[in-house]
């Protein structure tokens, strides 16, 4: 019974040995392979970071990281160095070596693409909060719907009361400009990110393509109400023009 159990215990030992011998093999074999490769340090991006983000956002979204040296780019930055004031100039993605042209001075970020405006169209553009920007996930090639506000008494329909109406559908966005986010003066201490939570600051510059009416209205709008963006896709439906007042909101 004894010599049963023993030989029982052995053979569980001997394979936990030969498991951690093979995982052993394996990692030694990983290194011994990435190091016929010449591997570099460069920065790698972890986090997706936006267009316009400072340089702290940067930092805290990217991380050294080992690379085969042919598979490392002629502009791949190591470290920060010599980056200080620089922001963002494109998104950049997870998994991509971060690269010396992609950190620009903060006069240098361009608008958000570039979109042909269509025949007969003219661009206008409007700066609003990130709240009535569809939190500011808006891009140039989007369309919106743009609801123009009044407060109470400038409606001469219903005098008195404030009105809203969604009143220029799906229109095109060529550009989007926003101010480079302010760094966070402070790290939390539970170990989040703070770009996990922070609302979008500041305010958007957004331009549209739309007829000459249109355009009118907007400059109207901004200048003696309100305007209010929505997502509006080419598909979404559309119910006809509709007021909105105190006393039909709730029909």
Do not use: C
């Amino acid at each position: 019974m004894k010599s049963r159990m023993l030989a029982g215990v052995s053979a569980i030992v001997l394979a936990i040995i030969g498991a951690v011998l093979i995982v052993t093999y394996a990692q030694g074999a990983d290194q011994r392979a990435m190091k016929d490769m010449d591997p570099t340090d460069v920065l790698v991006v972890t986090k997706a970071v936006p267009a316009g983000s400072s340089l702290d956002v940067v930092r805290a979204s990217v991380a050294v990281q080992q690379v085969p040296a042919t598979a490392v780019s002629k502009t791949a930055l190591k470290n920060l160095d010599d980056a200080a004031g620089k922001v963002a100039a494109v998104d950049l993605v997870p998994g991509e070596q971060l690269l010396k042209e992609r950190l620009v001075d903060p006069a240098d970020v361009k608008t958000s693409g570039s979109v042909k405006v269509p025949a007969g169209l003219q661009e206008v553009t409007f700066e609003l909060e990130p709240k009535k920007v569809v939190g500011g996930r808006l891009e140039a090639g989007d369309h919106v719907g743009i609801a123009l506000n009044f407060t109470a008494g400038a409606d001469k329909t219903k005098a008195g009361d404030p009105t809203t109406q969604l009143t220029i559908r799906k229109a095109l966005v060529t550009a989007v400009q926003r101010a480079p986010q302010p760094s966070a003066t402070a790290k939390p201490t539970d170990g989040t990110n703070p770009q996990d939570t922070t609302l979008p600051q500041g305010s958007f510059m957004v331009t549209v393509a739309v007829n000459d009416i249109d355009a009118a209205k907007i400059i109207y709008s901004s200048n003696n109400g309100d305007l209010w963006l929505t997502k509006e896709p080419l598909d979404a439906q559309d119910n006809g023009p509709f007021i909105a007042r105190k006393d039909n909101v709730y029909k």
